[in-house]
Every structure is written in C-alpha cells, then in structure tokens.
C-alpha cells in the first residue's frame, strides 16, 4: 500500500474524530459566542477533511489497478463518514438547532442522539481493520512473489555460469586437440626423415661392401 495515502488516512481519522467531539460538544453549548468558536473550528476542520479525501483520491488513482481498488473502497467509507459530520455541522448551523437540543436534552439527552454515528463509526473501524488485514495479506503476497523472482534470477546467473564454464571447458578440449594434431604431425614428419635416413645409410652400406668386393676381386685376379 502506498505509504502517502496510509499518511492521509491516518491526518483523516485523527480530524474525524476530532470533529465528531467537537460537534458533540457543541450542541450542549447554549453560550452563541462560544458555540460560534466552536462551530468556526468544525467548518476549518470539515474544509482540511475535505481537502484530505481529495489528496486520498488523487494518491489512489494513481496506483496499480489491484491496489487502487482496495484503496477506494476505503474512501467511499471515509467520504460517507464526512458526509455525516457535514450533516452534524448542518443541523448545528440550522436556526431550530439550539431549540432541538435543548428537546433532546429534556427528552432523550445526548447520548441517544448519538448513538447511530457511534455504531456507524465502529462499522468504519471493523471495515478499516479488514481492509488494513487484505492489505497486509497483498503485501505478504508481493513479498513472496519477489523472493521467487530473485530465487529465479538466481538459479539463472548459476546456469549462466555452467554454459560459462562448459564453454571454457569445450575451447580447453579443442586447444588439446588441435596440440595432438601437431605432435602427430611432427612424429609423422620425424618418422619419414628417420625412414629416409636408414634408406640412405644403406645404400652408402651396399656401396661400400660393392667396393670391397670389386677391389678383392681386381686383387685375386692379378
């Protein structure tokens, strides 16, 4: 998951319920100074929410197509949950808003006038938890997927190596090779000179023993 958005989201829960405090305690303010601080704080928190879902948006779309669609199914949750501090800021602005608490307070009190927007906010909770938990799920998954990818890449450089090594060993075989062809050329050349040789010893041998014989016989004659 993108660390930028888990960044805005974390400034947009915190404003969330931020305001949802500030909009509760509001409605028991009676005081018009006070309750027009307190309601200048929630419109200048409501406008950073604004501006924070926006950023949100932006960040989502950006992402890969798996990741983003988790992504916006967590900002339809958020964009909701603003809608509803709008409406609470809404009925905090209406002219009938300090008559209708002061209804609610004589009637049912707070508490139950709030009780919808607390089960909402901890649906929001449960729903933010599952999301948090398919997204470590997806980066469990990605982490996986990149350790086989470099076990790949390492089985490949090993079998780079060998065709390397088997290479070399081939160039070796032919070096050896063609060394054997040389020695046989040159035994094969020393062998016809020493053929040569003996040929020629023995004709010097058989024209000295024909010498001989013709001199002894020149001898006995005379």
């Not at 950073?48 to 932006?58: G, S």
């Not at 139950?112 to 938990?133: K, T």
Request: with cysteine; hydrophobic share 35%.
């Amino acid at each position: 998951m993108s660390e930028v958005f888990e960044g805005y989201e974390r400034q947009y829960c915190d404003l969330s319920a931020n305001l949802s405090r500030k909009c509760s305690s509001a409605s028991l303010v009676f005081d018009q100074e006070q309750k027009q601080q307190k309601i200048s704080e929630i419109k200048a928190g409501l406008d950073d929410a604004d501006v924070l879902i926006r950023k949100m948006d932006l960040e989502a779309r950006s992402l890969q197509p798996s990741v983003k669609a988790m992504l916006l199914a967590k900002l339809r949750e958020y964009k909701s949950d603003l809608n509803n501090l709008k409406k609470e800021f809404k009925r905090l602005t209406s002219p009938t808003a300090d008559q209708a608490a002061r209804e609610d307070l004589l009637e049912t009190g707070m508490a139950d006038a709030h009780s919808a927007s607390a089960d909402q906010r901890e649906r929001l909770a449960m729903s933010v938890e599952r999301i948090n938990e398919s997204s470590d799920r997806i980066r469990e998954s990605r982490r996986t997927i990149l350790e086989t990818e470099e076990l790949g890449v390492s089985i490949l450089q090993d079998l780079h190596q060998q065709r390397e090594t088997l290479l070399n060993s081939h160039k070796k075989l032919h070096g050896i090779d063609d060394a054997i062809d040389k020695s046989k050329k040159v035994l094969t050349t020393m062998s016809r000179r020493i053929t040569r040789n003996k040929w020629i010893i023995g004709s010097v041998v058989g024209a000295l023993v024909l010498a001989i014989v013709i001199i002894l016989s020149y001898k006995l004659s005379h």
